[in-house]
T-cell receptor
Framework: KQEVTQIPAALSVPEGENLVLNCSFT??????LQWFRQDPGKGLTSLLL?????REQTSGRLNASLDKSSGRSTLYIAASQPGDSATYLC?????????????FGKGTRLSVIA | GAVVSQHPSRVICKSGTSVKIECRSL??????MFWYRQFPKQSLMLMAT?????????EQGVEKDKFLINHASLTLSTLTVTSAHPEDSSFYIC????????????FGPGTRLTVL
């Protein structure tokens, strides 16, 4: 059964800085891994989905990597902006299938200071 | 991309009343939907799996008689919080995986329940 952990729980950086958010998972036989953004009091916005066969995915200033052997994924945010302030969640399917519920980490609350 | 809607987005009710939350897949059929709950500053936790035409599967610790789930059609699942109490106040989110080999799950915008 998959378990997902995220560190740090909170992060504060000055605007313009590059940063890395970390996610670890217990079952290396991962089907895929997804990164979400959640603004306060709001739902989830899917950022990137990395399939098991992939090592990374990129979207704009975001780059997510997946290392199954070490049980880790990172979300790299380049040139951070105040609008990036939100909670970032990573999640993986509970079992080795895409159509199962997701197991979420507790998230990293990011604050980008202007 | 596919869209999942939830209604209402926000509800405030008195203790002891029941509240129904709807989750709809707008442009695809969903034989399965998932219901999650998120307490303040916590992550999303799976409550139950809603299956079209059959009984829902509940996670350990979730009372099936308190959280009634009905998946009556391929596009609609409802979660009814019966006799709600302040400790049920939470953010409820549903998701639906698409079929046809896609690995993507689409999440609803969530429902904020406040029980007074």
């Amino acid at each position: 059964k998959q378990e997902v952990t995220q560190i740090p729980a909170a992060l504060s950086v000055p605007e313009g800085e590059n940063l890395v958010l970390n996610c670890s998972f217990t079952d290396s036989a991962i089907y895929n891994l997804q990164w979400f953004r959640q603004d306060p009091g709001k739902g989830l916005t899917s950022l990137l989905l990395i399939q098991s066969s992939q090592r990374e995915q990129t979207s704009g200033r975001l780059n997510a990597s997946l290392d199954k052997s070490s049980g880790r994924s990172t979300l790299y945010i380049a040139a951070s902006q105040p609008g990036d302030s939100a909670t970032y969640l990573c999640a993986a399917p509970l079992i080795l299938s895409g159509n199962t519920p997701l197991v979420f980490g507790k998230g990293t609350r990011l604050s980008v200071i202007a | 991309g596919a869209v999942v809607s939830q209604h209402p987005s926000r509800v405030i009710c008195k203790s002891g009343t029941s509240v129904k939350i709807e989750c709809r897949s707008l442009d695809f059929q969903a034989t399965t939907m998932f219901w999650y709950r998120q307490f303040p500053k916590q992550s999303l936790m799976l409550m139950a799996t809603s299956n079209e035409g059959s009984k829902a599967t509940y996670e350990q610790g979730v009372e099936k008689d308190k959280f009634l789930i009905n998946h009556a059609s391929l596009t609609l699942s409802t979660l009814t919080v019966t006799s709600a109490h302040p400790e049920d106040s939470s953010f409820y989110i549903c998701s639906a995986p698409t079929s046809g080999g896609s690995d993507t799950q689409y999440f609803g915008p969530g429902t904020r329940l406040t029980v007074l």
